[in-house]
């Protein structure tokens, strides 16, 4: 079952793909017996564990004259938001590519090393990112998220998939605004004498990760439909470029480690999302040259779709 978040009409809809097409799960899950929902924590809470049954009910539905009619078509036009709780929680394993560790020598962590991640930057599938006039420097890389379907703590590496509720992918973006306040060749640019409280507070907050936007989509694929997660292949195009082909396998850390060793010092909730890390790291490179019109960054994952983040350009010359 593939489960996302679309804009219809001005309403943001919890929405279930078919095919091509998509329905709203509101309307259609009191349509197969169900109780209707419209977020996705409580989407998970109710239906997270018996979802391979109702992803049969809304199959027979749709098959019926009436349940046609709850079908909408998937268009390029059709605006994807965040599939993500109304309240998300992103913690990412940092340092956890291969590859990465290979590009910078770095020695092998013993457990992994995770961070939570501020989500106010998140954009659905399809969105665009604007460029603004300032930017001093760009790059991405694919990361995927596990997210959690059950509460869990003190979970064993064996059965920590089994409170998995399914799997989406994300476009780590990390980018840079000139004359940023707080990051001037790495350093502070206010002296901690200097500092208020909303500076500490913004410089614990703002990163690179979040000067720019975080695309995460374009559903959530449940693991029913997936299987090993880390039996996955991943094609990253710029503008219809390769830059990349790798395998999920590409981690320090699975996700069965990342959430045993989570889970043995804090409880891991319905809909919390763990993030892999850049899994085809190739340098995380930084382009200064202003970006031509119609251009993207597009990572297609076998299992997990599509995801794109489409560029729209305003500066009027590169990076000096």
């Known amino acids: 079952m593939k489960i ?4 219809h009409e001005g309403t943001p809809n919890l929405a279930a793909f078919y095919r091509d097409g998509w329905i709203a799960l509101r309307e259609v899950l009191p349509k197969v017996g169900r ?14 564990s018996d979802v391979v049954a109702l992803n049969g009910e809304i ?8 349940g046609s009619t709850y079908l909408h078509p998937v268009t390029d036009r059709l605006a994807y938001l965040p599939p993500v709780p109304a309240v998300p929680r992103l913690l990412t394993a940092r340092g956890n590519s291969a590859c990465f560790t290979r590009v910078i020598k770095m020695k092998l962590p013993k457990q992994p090393t995770l961070e939570q991640r501020f989500n106010f930057n998140m954009v659905g599938h399809n969105s665009t990112w604007r460029v603004p006039e300032d930017l001093a420097g760009s790059g991405w890389n694919y990361e995927m998220v596990a997210v959690m379907g059950s509460s869990c703590r003190n979970t064993d590496e064996a059965h920590a998939l089994d409170h998995v509720f399914g799997y989406t992918n994300m476009l780590d973006h990390g980018c840079r605004r000139k004359n940023y306040p707080f990051d001037k060749g790495n350093r502070w640019a206010i002296s901690d004498e200097e500092k208020q409280f909303t500076d500490w507070d913004y410089e614990g907050s703002c990163n690179g990760n979040t000067q720019g936007p975080l695309p995460i989509g374009p559903y959530i694929t449940t693991k029913d439909e997936v299987g090993d997660p880390h039996a996955l292949m991943i094609e990253e195009r710029e503008s219809g470029r390769l830059l990349a082909l790798g395998s999920s396998a590409a981690v320090l850390f699975t996700f069965p480690e990342i959430i045993s060793y989570l889970s043995s010092f804090t409880t891991l909730r319905p809909g919390d999302m763990l993030s892999s ?12 040259e202003v970006f031509p019109p ?16 489409n560029i729209e350009d305003h500066r009027k010359e590169a990076m000096q």
């Open 294 to 309: 119609g251009a993207y960054w597009q990572a297609k994952i076998e299992k997990l779709g599509t995801l794109r983040l």
């Open 277 to 288: 890390a850049s899994i085809t790291y190739d340098g995380y490179p930084y382009w200064g």
């Open 59 to 66: 199959l027979n539905f749709l098959s019926t004259g009436e």
């Open 4 to 7: 996302g978040i679309v804009s």
């Open 35 to 48: 109780i209707g929902v419209n977020e996705l924590s409580a989407f998970i809470r109710r239906y997270g």
